[in-house]
């Protein structure tokens, strides 16, 4: 797939969450949830436009990424190659930050009072998107060449070629397992426990990467 063809997905993603976000305030009450404490309870309300500060934020990431892609690797000697993964990560971010923002809009609609009483609730719907995305970035971690911006990066995985690039195959096996674990968690786990559950497996990866490279950088050098 071309670079600019995944500049236009992420500018579509961008412009679905505005459209989506616009389109729930006409169904939502004047006063909303706007925030839901760790036990999932709404502990604050406010106005319903309060809501519009996401697709702001989501229109800064966006640009963000955009100008990240073209100019953050722009000296990089892998640029096309780190240029696409870029862009790819950023496809993957704000899919996750759509389908979340579907979900609390629906909470919001629906006056929903403990986030950990739907259905799917949120401990689970964290769990899934955040696995997914994790599945997907350890595919393409390994395809991310050596440079100062993306990867899986540490002062040993930039010391040498031969480490990033056994570095970022480890990561992205790692990423791929962990993400693996969080989907099938979610099948038996909900509400808090879910939380830690995304939490330990991310904290088992990076500790887990950081030991690798750091042998790995003491073998070959």
Same mark, same amino acid.
């Given at each position: ?19 989506? /976000? ?136 930039? /010391? /040498? ?61």
């Amino acid at each position: 797939m071309k670079t600019k063809t995944h500049k236009i997905i992420i500018i579509t993603i961008t412009v679905l969450f505005i459209a989506t /976000s616009v389109t729930a305030l006409f169904f939502m009450p004047d006063t909303v949830p706007i925030h839901w404490g760790p036990k999932g309870d709404a502990d604050r309300f406010g106005s319903k436009y309060f809501t519009l500060l996401t697709s702001l934020i989501v229109l800064i990431i966006c640009i963000g990424i955009i100008l990240s892609a073209k100019y953050g690797t722009k000296s990089e000697q892998n640029k096309k190659s780190n240029e696409k993964i870029t862009y790819i990560a950023g496809e993957c971010i704000l899919s996750v930050l759509f389908a979340m923002n579907i979900y609390i809009s629906y909470a919001m609609i629906n006056n929903v009072q403990n986030l950990y009483t739907l259905k799917l609730d949120i401990g689970k719907l964290t769990l899934i998107l955040f696995g997914a995305l994790m599945v997907i970035m350890g595919n393409f971690m390994p395809k991310a060449k050596r440079n100062s911006y993306i990867g899986f990066r540490t002062p040993a995985t930039m /010391s /040498s070629d031969e480490i990033w690039k056994k570095s970022q195959r480890f990561a992205g096996i790692s990423f791929a397992a962990g993400g693996f674990v969080n989907i099938i968690c979610a099948i038996f786990f909900t509400g808090v426990p879910c939380l830690f559950v995304l939490m330990t497996v991310i904290l088992i990866i990076v500790i887990s990467g950081l030991i690798y490279t750091a042998k790995l950088k003491k073998t070959l050098n």
